[in-house]
């Protein structure tokens, strides 16, 4: 059964710092792995995704990179804004051809102005 | 383009009463899912459908029916709610399989079973 951590639960930063968020899973035989913002009272938005043969996706200020032997992605986030405050979830799918993706609880992050 | 649509966005039953939520994707996805976001938990899938006329079982189903009788409409049925399903409910979509593809994640349903 894939198991998804992230840590830290809670990040507040000042507004202009470099950041990193971490994801961690226990089955490396995935087909990609997504992170996912969430604001207050909302649902998801996909930030990225990376597919297993790659190792890293951007997106503007978001860097993600995928270590598939370590079980580990990053979320890099630079120049950090107040409009970047969300919870970041990682997400990685079940092997095995079933449908499931398991979802991290998630980093909830503070940039303060 | 509306993406996912849900209704209610809150609703707040008794034990025992029955309700159903609406999911809509204007995409024309074939794949949709229902999850429930919990405090200090990950999502968790509910049901799922791989196309009009189908359904499966999720991670955690007991409890809820859904139907898929419309390829753009999801439904989740609580036939009679307990305390335990007080959660947010999620609806998502896709164009291939949730675990190869992006997911597109409507708004939510806040329910509060007292």
């Known amino acids: 059964k894939q198991e998804v951590t992230q840590i830290p639960a809670a990040l507040s930063v000042p507004e202009g710092e470099n950041l990193v968020l971490n994801c961690s899973f226990t089955?490396?035989?995935?087909?990609?792995l997504q992170w996912f913002r969430q604001d207050p009272g909302k649902g998801l938005t996909s930030l990225l995704l990376?597919?297993?043969?790659?190792r890293e996706q951007t997106s503007g200020r978001l860097n993600a990179s995928l270590d598939k032997s370590s079980g580990r992605s990053t979320l890099y986030i630079a120049a950090s804004q107040p409009g970047d405050s969300a919870t970041y979830l990682c997400?990685?799918?079940?092997?095995?051809?079933?449908?499931?993706?398991?979802f991290g609880i998630g980093t909830k992050l503070q940039v303060i102005p | 383009n509306a993406g996912v649509t849900q209704t209610p966005k809150f609703r707040v039953l008794k034990t025992g009463q029955s309700m159903t939520l609406l999911c809509a994707q204007d995409?024309?996805?074939?794949?949709m899912y229902w999850y429930r976001q919990d405090p200090g938990m990950g999502l968790r899938l509910i049901h799922y459908?791989?196309?009009?006329?189908?359904?499966a079982k999720g991670e955690v189903p007991d409890g809820y029916n859904v139907s898929r009788l419309k390829k753009q409409n999801f439904l989740l049925g609580l036939e009679s709610a307990a305390p335990s399903q007080t959660s947010v409910y999620f609806c998502a979509s896709s164009y291939s399989p949730g675990n190869t593809d992006t997911q597109y994640f409507g708004p939510g349903t806040r329910l509060t079973v007292l």
């Open positions: 089955d490396s035989a995935i087909y990609n």
């Open positions: 995409m024309n996805h074939e794949y």
């Open positions: 459908s791989v196309g009009e006329g189908t359904t």
């Open positions: 997400a990685v799918p079940d092997s095995g051809g079933y449908q499931k993706v398991t």
């Open positions: 990376i597919q297993s043969s790659q």
